[in-house]
């Protein structure tokens, strides 16, 4: 017989001020090294390139790069997501190649739960407590789409990239 405890299956990652300070040095240094041709070797990171819909900015911003099903996935709780709503254009720099992408902010949390899921089930569970997917998962099975959706809790959300 299993006791529930009140510890978490899984919870969100939350950055502290110091990893946030040092993820945005380590930005300036990886927006130029993604464009080389140093950066196709670099599979696991790609330069997600867009336009601010209200400022009209050029952004660049190196991201986790995830393949789920053919599908390119960002899983973000960025303020820039925010971008997205209804769908935007982008480019992905990624393997050295530039892909012009449209770009579909996903923050259902059912769904956003089940696209988690799937993508820890394709890693595996020990792939994912030592990669950044912005979730920690503290037992050893793929938790289930209630427990991930109890954790991102509308703190996450998915960017689903496909070609234009």
Do not use: C
Request: hydrophobic share 40%.
């Amino acid at each position: 017989m299993q006791t529930r405890t009140n510890e978490p299956v899984v919870r969100i990652f939350e950055p502290s001020r110091a990893f946030r300070t040092a993820m945005r040095l380590g930005n300036a240094f990886m927006r130029p090294l993604l464009r080389s041709r140093a950066g196709a070797s670099i599979h696991e990171v790609a330069l997600l390139e867009f336009t601010g819909r209200r400022s009209g900015k050029r952004y660049g911003i190196p991201v986790g790069y995830h393949d789920l099903d053919g599908e390119v996935l960002v899983l973000t709780a960025s303020p820039w997501r925010l971008n997205f709503r209804g769908g935007a254009d982008a480019e992905l720099v990624h393997d050295g190649e530039r892909r012009q992408m449209r770009a579909e902010l996903i923050e259902d949390d059912d769904e956003v739960a089940t696209m988690y899921r799937a993508l820890i089930e394709r890693i595996g569970v020990e792939a994912a407590k030592a990669t950044t997917i912005g979730l920690e998962v503290f037992v050893d099975r793929v938790p289930t789409v209630e427990e991930i959706r109890e954790a991102v809790g509308g703190r996450r959300a998915v960017i689903r990239l496909r070609p234009r």
